[in-house]
C-alpha cells in the first residue's frame, strides 16, 4: 500500500468507508509527519490527541456497523484564526498568547461534527494580515517548494493561510482550513500548488473566528485538488443564527454536483487584469487556462470589470478601518498579555500592552484605519471607498449578465523568497491585486494549480463566480485540474 | 411658559436647555447578546462571551429592544426609519471591552418628535410647551468600574455591558430649571405608559446628560457645556440652575465657555469639569460591519402601534370629560399604576367623578398613612367600586363610607359583608327619624321657638342632634326634608 | 494630507499603542506612501453612488428577547491577566 499521507480527502473517507485501511492508522501517518516537518514551521499547536480521538470514534463507529459522518477518519489542519475550545488560539499573535479559548468556532465546530480531526492549530500571518506568512509573531512558515535551480533560499508559502497551505502542499495533513479576507485562501494555494476556495461571502459562520476584516472575512478549505475542497466546504459552511451576516440558506450537495463538463457554459476574461509588468509565464498560463476552458465546451468571452484598478486602495481603507476597530478589545484586560509599566494608568496599559503584542504589519494597518476614520477623513476615505467597492460589485454584476464564470491568474506572481518584499508595504499589498475585487464583491472564488514556472515553482488560476454559485466556480476549477494534470509536488527536505 | 432669567452684572440672561436621555429598554436579555438585564446580581455574572468581547464574538439584535425603541418613537409621534443602522463609537475605557460602542449616530431608528409639557400638570390655566425631540437612538451601555475596592486597582463590572437603552436626545428647546424637570418627569411618564423604561432612576435606568448655554435675549446660541449622567429629576434642574449661574459669571468676569464635559456635585451642588476624560473626541464612527443595515416592515410598526396603551395626554383629557377636575385628572394619570387602578375602578362601574375624588383623596391619604404604593394597596379596585356604589345608592353616608373604608383597610374584606356584619347600614326609615325628631324638639323647646322665630341657622343644630341620635346611620337627605316639615 | 511624525503619534495615542518619536518617525514616510496610494479613490466619479452596506443582499435578523447565557464567570475570567473577587481589574482609574 502507498503512503497513507499521499492520500486526499476523498480517498482517506472512501478508504475508511471501505476498511481498506484504520482511521487510526491515517491519523497516525499524518502525526508522524507533522512531528518530522519542524523545519516548515506549519504548526504553532500540535494536537495528536485530538486527531486520534475522533480517528478511534471513526474506527468504532466502523467497527459497530454504523453509517460514518461525511468527515469520519480525516485528520485536518486548524488555521489559528479559529477559536477552538481548550485549543490555544492566538492569531499568531503575541497579544493572544496563551490564550485558550473556552469555546469552538462555528466552523471548526461543523468539521468535527462532521467526524474530522485535528492535527493542530496551523500558523499564519499575525492576525491574517500579510501575503507571505512573514507577520508571525512566532516565525516564518517556510514553503516546502524550493527553486529548481538547487537555490535554497527559503521561500514564501503565500499569506495569510500559509501554514495551512504549506502544510497541505507538505502532506502534513490532506486538507487544512484557511481563511481569506483579500486573498489568504486563494494566493497561498497558488504560491504551493494546492486548491483553495473562499466561498460567497455569509455561507461560513464567522462565529468563533478572530476577525481581521468583519466584511470581508470568509473561511474555506484549502485541499490537494476540487473534490477535496467540495467535501469541506459542504461541512464547513451553513447558517449561523450567531452571526447576522450568516445566509439563511441551506448548503447544496457541491461534491455530488460536480462536473468538468461545462458545456454551454461562458467563461468571461477581464480585460484589465492584464496588468503592467506581469511575467509572460503567468501571462501564458492564463492563455493555457483559457483554451483549457474552450476544452472543456466553454465559450470565451471578454469582459471589462473597469473599476479593478481602485480595488486595491478600497481594500486597504476598508480592512484596516474594520481592523482598526476590531482589534480595539486586546487590551490586557480580559484575555492575553498585558504589559504594566511601572506607575502606569489605564491608558498607558493599553498602549504599552498594544505595543508590545502587536507586530509591525498589525500596527500598520491599525494605523491606517485610524487615520482613515478620524475626524474629517471619514467620508473622504472610508465612505468613498464604499463607493467605490459598490462600482466594484456593479462591475462584476454586468459581467455576469454576458458570463457564468471569470478566469484569472491568482497571483501575479510565483512564490518569492521570504524577506524579498518586506522592505515594501505596497509591494507585498500588490500581490492581491487579482484577488481582493471579489473579496469585496463578497464572490466565491478558487484558486487552482495549472503549472509551474521555469524556476519550477507553482502558478494558479483563479475562478471567480456568482453570488451564491459555488457550485459553478468548482466545476470550472475542476474542468482546469483534469486539464492540467498538475501532480508536481515538493521534495521532502525538511 | 413663565420666563426665567438670570440677573447678571450686564443685564438679563436667558438659559437653553437640551437633554440626552439614556433610558434602559425593558427587556430580559441584552441588546446583542442573550445574557439578563436583571439589576443586582452578582458581578460579572450575567456575561456572555459577546458581552466580554472574546475573540470573534459576534453581536445578533435583540427584537424586543428594537419593538420597544419605535412603541416609543411612536408614542411621541415621531417618525419611525425603517431603515436604519448602528454604528461603532471606538474608544477606550475599561468598562467598554470591545473597544467601541455599537449605537447608532447616522441612521438612528427614530427621527423627529415632540413632547407636550405643562410647568404644573394640575392647572388647567398653566402654559404647556412643545418640546422637540430630535431622535431616538438604540445603543450598548458600558459596563462599571469600581474605585474603592482596592488601593491600587480598579474592578470592572460586565454585567451592565451590552444592556440595551434608548438615547432620547431633545432639540434645545427648554429654557429654565422647571421646564427641564416638567420634560423629564413627562419622558418618563410616557417611557413607564409605553412600558419601554421602568424609568426606575435610581438603579440608573434613566439618566441625563444636561447640555446647558446661555445668551442675553434674542442673542444666538452661546457655547454650551454637557453635564453627563445626572440621575434625578431634582439633580437636573440644580444642574441647569447652577450651570447657568456659573456661564454667566464666567461671561460677564471676561472670559469664555469652553465646550466640555462636566459632572454635577450634589453634596455641594455644583457642577465640574471632568479633566481625566479630555481626550479629543475622536470616535471614528463607521458602520457595524458585523451588522446589516435594520429594514422594518411596515406590519412590525403597525404591531407596535396597535400595542400602545392609551397615553398620559389623551387619558387626561378623556378623565376630564367624564367631568373629574383637571386637577384630579392631572394627579390620576401623572403614575402609570395609578391610572391603571383607576381605569380598574372605572370599568367596575363607579362614575367618574366621585371615584376620583375618594380616589385622590381618601384612597392616596391612607396609602401615604401606610407608607404603601398603589399597587400594594389593600383595597382593590373592584372593592372600591362596591363601595362607591353603596354610596351612591344611599346605602351609606359619607362618613359611614369612611368608617368602612377604614375596615376594609384593615381587613380587606368586602364592603357589603363589612355592612352586613356590623350593621352600618344607613337608614332612610321615616318612622324612626320622625320618632327622634319628635324627642328633640320636645327638649329644646326655646331653639324650637328661636328658630321659628327667624333664627335660620339653628337647623343645623337640629340636624347634629338627629343625626347623633341616629347613630350617623341616618339617610341625611331624608332627616333634611323630615326636619323642615316639623319645624315648619 | 500628508502624514508625518506628529500626525503618527496623534493616531497611535488614539489607537492606543505607544510610540517613540523615532519609531514615529519611521513610520511616517511609510504611511505618508500608503495614504497617497490610496488615494488614487478620489479619482473615481461616485455621484449618485450608493455606499455599500451589504456585500451579499440579505437581511438583518433579530433575536428573540430570551435570555440563554451567563453565569460562565469563571470561563471568562480563566485567561484574565489579572482579577480577584469575581471582577476583572485595571490599575485604578481617577475619574
Ligand atoms: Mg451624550
Ligand atoms: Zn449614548
Redesign the interface.
Known amino acids: 500500500m502507498s503512503d497513507l499521507t499521499d492520500l486526499g480527502v476523498a480517498a482517506i473517507r472512501d478508504g475508511v468507508r471501505a476498511g481498506s485501511f484504520s482511521a487510526c492508522d491515517v491519523a497516525d501517518a499524518f502525526i508522524v509527519n507533522v512531528s518530522k516537518a519542524k523545519a516548515l514551521n506549519a504548526f504553532l499547536v500540535e494536537t495528536p490527541e485530538h486527531a486520534i480521538a475522533a480517528a478511534t470514534a471513526a474506527d468504532t463507529a466502523r467497527a459497530a456497523g454504523e453509517t460514518l459522518k461525511a468527515l469520519a477518519g480525516v485528520p485536518i489542519g486548524m488555521k489559528d484564526l479559529f477559536c477552538t475550545n481548550g485549543v490555544v488560539t492566538t492569531a499568531a499573535s503575541r497579544i493572544l498568547e496563551g490564550f485558550v479559548p473556552p469555546y469552538e468556532s462555528r466552523v471548526s465546530q461543523n468539521l468535527w461534527d462532521a467526524g474530522a480531526g485535528m492535527l493542530g492549530k496551523l500558523n499564519m500571518d499575525q492576525f491574517a494580515m500579510g501575503s507571505s506568512n512573514e507577520t508571525s509573531a512566532f516565525g516564518n512558515v517556510i514553503s516546502p517548494w524550493r527553486r529548481a535551480n538547487g537555490d535554497t533560499a527559503p521561500l514564501a508559502p503565500g499569506g495569510s493561510s500559509g501554514g495551512s497551505s504549506s502544510a497541505v502542499a507538505a502532506r502534513l495533513c490532506p486538507a487544512a482550513t484557511g481563511t481569506d479576507t483579500g486573498g489568504s485562501i486563494r494566493q497561498p494555494a497558488a504560491f504551493t500548488g494546492i486548491t483553495g476556495i473562499k466561498p460567497t461571502y455569509g455561507r461560513c459562520s464567522r462565529w468563533g473566528t478572530i476577525a481581521f476584516a468583519s466584511s470581508l472575512d470568509q473561511a474555506g478549505p484549502m485541499a490537494r485538488d476540487v473534490r477535496d475542497c467540495a467535501i469541506l466546504l459542504e461541512a464547513m459552511a451553513g447558517f449561523d443564527a450567531r452571526d447576522a451576516t450568516s445566509l439563511k440558506l441551506d448548503v447544496p450537495q457541491w461534491e455530488a454536483g460536480l462536473s468538468g463538463d461545462l458545456s454551454g457554459k461562458r467563461v468571461g476574461i477581464p480585460k484589465e487584469y492584464r496588468v503592467d509588468g506581469m511575467p509572460a509565464e503567468i501571462e501564458a498560463l492564463w492563455q493555457q487556462g483559457i483554451d483549457w476552458m474552450k476544452d472543456a465546451g466553454a465559450e470565451i468571452v471578454e469582459i471589462s470589470l473597469p473599476h479593478t484598478k481602485y480595488a486595491l486602495p478600497a481594500y486597504y481603507i476598508i480592512a484596516p478601518a474594520e481592523a482598526s476597530s476590531n482589534l480595539a478589545r486586546y487590551d490586557g484586560v480580559r484575555y492575553g498579555l498585558r504589559d504594566l509599566p511601572e506607575g502606569a494608568g489605564l491608558q498607558d496599559m493599553y498602549a504599552a500592552t498594544r505595543a508590545e503584542g502587536f507586530g509591525d504589519e498589525v500596527k500598520r494597518r491599525i494605523l491606517i484605519g485610524t487615520y482613515v476614520l478620524s475626524a474629517g477623513f471619514y467620508d473622504a476615505y472610508y465612505t468613498q471607498a464604499q463607493k467605490v467597492r459598490a462600482l466594484i460589485a456593479r462591475d462584476f454584476e454586468q459581467a455576469f449578465e454576458r458570463c457564468d464564470v471569470l478566469l484569472t491568474p491568482t497571483a501575479p506572481s510565483a512564490a518569492f523568497a521570504l524577506g524579498e518584499k518586506q522592505a515594501d508595504p505596497i509591494a507585498m499589498y500588490l500581490n492581491d491585486v487579482f484577488t481582493v475585487p471579489s473579496s469585496l464583491a463578497g464572490l466565491p472564488a478558487m484558486s487552482v494549480p495549472g503549472g509551474l514556472d521555469k524556476d519550477g515553482l507553482p502558478l494558479g488560476l483563479q475562478i471567480i463566480g456568482r453570488p451564491l454559485d459555488e457550485q459553478g466556480v468548482l466545476n470550472a476549477g475542476l474542468a482546469i485540474e483534469q486539464r492540467a494534470g498538475f501532480v508536481a509536488r515538493p521534495g521532502v527536505w525538511w | 411658559m413663565t420666563e426665567f432669567r438670570i440677573q447678571g452684572d450686564t443685564g438679563e440672561w436667558e438659559v437653553v436647555v437640551g437633554l440626552e436621555v439614556h433610558a434602559q429598554v425593558t427587556?430580559?436579555?441584552k441588546l446583542f447578546?442573550?445574557?439578563?438585564t436583571t439589576f443586582g446580581a452578582?458581578?460579572?455574572?450575567?456575561?456572555?462571551?459577546?458581552d466580554?468581547?472574546?475573540?470573534?464574538?459576534?453581536?445578533?439584535?435583540?427584537?424586543?429592544?428594537?419593538r420597544q425603541a419605535v412603541r416609543t418613537g411612536l408614542a411621541i409621534g415621531a417618525q419611525i426609519n425603517r431603515w436604519s443602522?448602528f454604528d461603532?463609537k471606538?474608544y477606550?475605557?475599561?468598562d467598554l471591552?470591545?473597544?467601541?460602542q455599537i449605537s447608532q449616530l447616522y441612521h438612528p431608528l427614530v427621527g423627529e418628535g415632540a413632547i407636550d409639557i405643562s410647568l404644573d400638570e394640575k392647572d388647567p390655566d398653566a402654559a404647556t410647551k412643545r418640546i422637540g425631540v430630535e431622535r431616538i437612538h438604540v445603543e450598548q451601555d458600558a459596563g462599571k468600574?469600581?474605585?474603592d475596592?482596592?488601593?491600587?486597582?480598579?474592578?470592572?463590572?460586565?454585567n451592565r455591558s451590552g444592556v440595551a437603552l434608548m438615547e432620547i436626545v431633545s432639540r434645545p428647546d427648554m429654557a429654565s430649571p422647571a421646564e427641564a424637570g416638567a420634560y423629564l418627569r413627562k419622558l418618563r411618564a410616557i417611557l413607564r405608559y409605553v412600558g419601554s423604561c421602568d424609568g426606575n432612576m435610581e438603579e440608573g435606568s434613566m439618566r441625563a446628560d444636561v447640555n446647558v448655554s446661555v445668551r442675553k435675549p434674542g442673542d444666538e446660541l452661546g457655547m454650551r457645556t454637557e453635564t453627563k449622567n445626572v440621575n434625578s429629576v431634582r439633580f437636573v434642574m440644580a444642574v441647569v440652575e447652577q450651570e447657568a449661574r456659573r456661564q454667566v459669571e464666567v461671561i460677564e468676569a471676561g472670559g469664555t465657555i469652553a465646550q466640555e464635559t462636566r459632572l454635577y456635585d450634589p453634596d455641594r451642588n455644583e457642577t465640574r469639569s471632568?479633566r481625566?476624560k479630555e481626550d479629543?473626541h475622536?470616535y471614528?464612527?463607521?458602520?457595524d460591519?458585523?451588522?446589516?443595515?435594520?429594514?422594518l416592515e411596515q406590519a412590525f410598526l403597525d404591531d407596535c402601534l396597535a400595542s400602545l396603551p392609551e397615553l398620559p395626554d389623551a387619558k387626561r383629557k378623556r378623565y376630564e370629560d367624564l367631568g373629574i377636575t383637571p386637577y384630579n385628572a392631572a394627579v390620576l394619570t401623572a403614575e402609570v399604576e395609578a391610572a391603571r387602578w383607576f381605569d380598574t375602578l372605572l370599568d367596575a362601574g363607579a362614575k367618574g367623578p366621585a371615584a376620583a375624588n375618594w380616589t385622590t383623596s381618601e384612597l392616596f391619604g391612607a396609602l401615604n398613612r401606610l407608607g404603601k404604593d398603589i399597587t400594594e394597596s389593600p383595597v382593590s379596585p373592584t372593592q372600591a367600586a362596591e363601595l362607591l356604589a353603596l354610596v351612591a345608592d344611599g346605602t351609606l353616608s359619607g362618613s359611614l363610607a369612611k368608617q368602612v373604608f377604614e375596615v376594609m383597610l384593615e381587613t380587606g374584606d368586602a364592603p357589603s359583608t363589612i355592612v352586613e356584619e356590623r350593621g352600618l347600614k344607613q337608614t332612610s326609615d321615616t318612622g324612626a327619624i320622625d320618632a327622634v325628631i319628635a324627642q328633640i324638639m320636645a327638649a329644646n323647646e326655646d331653639k324650637v321657638a328661636d328658630y321659628r322665630g327667624g333664627k335660620d341657622k339653628l337647623f343645623g343644630f337640629f340636624v347634629g342632634q338627629t343625626m347623633k341620635a341616629m347613630g350617623g346611620k341616618a339617610n341625611p337627605g331624608v332627616v333634611n326634608d323630615l326636619l323642615k316639615k316639623a319645624l315648619g | 494630507m500628508s502624514v508625518d511624525t506628529k500626525t503618527v503619534k496623534k493616531i497611535a495615542g488614539l489607537a492606543r499603542i505607544a510610540i517613540t518619536d523615532e519609531q514615529a518617525g519611521r513610520v511616517a514616510p511609510e504611511l505618508d506612501n500608503i495614504i497617497h496610494w490610496i488615494e488614487m479613490l478620489e479619482e473615481v466619479d461616485t455621484t449618485g453612488v450608493e455606499p455599500m452596506t451589504a456585500v451579499i443582499p440579505n437581511h438583518l435578523r433579530l433575536r428573540d428577547d430570551v435570555v440563554t447565557e451567563g453565569g460562565i464567570r469563571d470561563a471568562l475570567m480563566q485567561n484574565a491577566p489579572q482579577g480577584e473577587h469575581g471582577f476583572f481589574t485595571v490599575p485604578k482609574v481617577i475619574e
Not at chain 2, 466580554?52 to 428594537?66: H, S
Not at chain 2, 471591552?97 to 467601541?100: L, T, V
Not at chain 2, 460591519?289 to 429594514?295: C, G
Open positions: 427587556s430580559q436579555a447578546s442573550g445574557a439578563a452578582e458581578p460579572n455574572t450575567q456575561v456572555s462571551l459577546v466580554a468581547a472574546m475573540p470573534g464574538m459576534l453581536p445578533v439584535p435583540n427584537m424586543e429592544c428594537i443602522r461603532r471606538n477606550f475605557y475599561a471591552p470591545q473597544g467601541y468600574l469600581m474605585h475596592q482596592h488601593p491600587t486597582r480598579s474592578y470592572v463590572d460586565l471632568m481625566s479629543a475622536d471614528r464612527y463607521f458602520p460591519p458585523d451588522l446589516l443595515p435594520l429594514e
